[in-house]
């Protein structure tokens, strides 16, 4: 239940740290990644049953 919350949670953060204002376009997909790292770690320990 936790693991879940935590993904979705995550989830809703990476899609926000997209860079779709104009003072944010030259920052690349720095913010997006290192969400993206955290969402695909959580995932795994999900499949693999530790959460």
Do not use: D, N
């Amino acid at each position: 239940m936790l693991g879940t919350i935590l993904l979705i949670v995550l989830i809703l953060l990476l899609i926000g740290a997209f860079p779709t204002w104009p003072h944010s376009r030259s920052w690349g997909y720095a913010p997006t990644g290192g969400l993206g790292i955290v969402v695909i770690v959580v995932i795994v320990l999900l499949v693999v049953g530790v959460i």
